[in-house]
C-alpha cells in the first residue's frame, strides 16, 4: 500500500502547521518565502524520520531545535547542521526561548504526548 495513514497524517500536519503560522501571525508567505521552523523534542522519531523528511520540503528551513536531552539535543543540530539546506542552527533546552525567537514561524512538536500541552 503506497500511502498509509501515518504518512497521510505526517504530510498534512505540516501542511497546516504552515497555514496555522500565516493564519496567527498575519504574515502570508509568497511562493518563495521560507517558512521557519523550530523543533521541540529531537529523540528517535523526530531524528529518523520527521526532522530529515522536513528538512527536504522546499521553502522550509529549521532555525532552530530543542531537547532536555544533551544527546537528542546535539544529534539533532547535527542532522540540521549537516543537511545541505541547514548551517548553524540554535539550540536550547528551553522550548520557552525557542518559541520567544522572531525567526521561528512554525514549530514541530516532537515530545512524548505529556509534553504536547505545555
Given at each position: 500500500?503506497?500511502h498509509?495513514?501515518?504518512?497521510?497524517?505526517?504530510?498534512?500536519?505540516?501542511?497546516?502547521?504552515?497555514?496555522?503560522?500565516?493564519?496567527?501571525?498575519?504574515?502570508?508567505?509568497?511562493?518563495?518565502?521560507?517558512?521557519?521552523?523550530?523543533?521541540?523534542?529531537?529523540?528517535?522519531?523526530?531524528?529518523?524520520?520527521?526532522?530529515?523528511?522536513?528538512?527536504?520540503?522546499?521553502?522550509?528551513?529549521?532555525?532552530?531545535?530543542?531537547?532536555?536531552?544533551d544527546?537528542?539535543?546535539?544529534?539533532?543540530?547535527?542532522?540540521?547542521?549537516?543537511?545541505?539546506?541547514?548551517?548553524?542552527?540554535?539550540?536550547?533546552?528551553?522550548?520557552?526561548?525557542?518559541?520567544?525567537?522572531?525567526?521561528?514561524?512554525?514549530?514541530?512538536?516532537?515530545?512524548?504526548?505529556?509534553?504536547?500541552?505545555?
Amino acid at each position: 500500500m503506497p500511502h498509509s495513514r501515518r504518512r497521510f497524517l505526517q504530510t498534512s500536519s505540516l501542511a497546516a502547521a504552515g497555514v496555522a503560522t500565516a493564519s496567527l501571525t498575519g504574515r502570508t508567505f509568497a511562493a518563495n518565502d521560507t517558512i521557519q521552523v523550530g523543533v521541540i523534542g529531537c529523540g528517535g522519531r523526530v531524528s529518523y524520520q520527521l526532522l530529515p523528511k522536513l528538512l527536504n520540503i522546499p521553502g522550509i528551513k529549521v532555525t532552530g531545535v530543542c531537547d532536555v536531552v544533551d544527546r537528542f539535543l546535539d544529534r539533532g543540530k547535527k542532522i540540521v547542521a549537516d543537511h545541505k539546506n541547514g548551517g548553524e542552527v540554535f539550540a536550547t533546552k528551553a522550548f520557552e526561548e525557542l518559541l520567544a525567537r522572531k525567526d521561528v514561524d512554525a514549530v514541530l512538536i516532537g515530545t512524548p504526548d505529556h509534553w504536547h500541552v505545555p
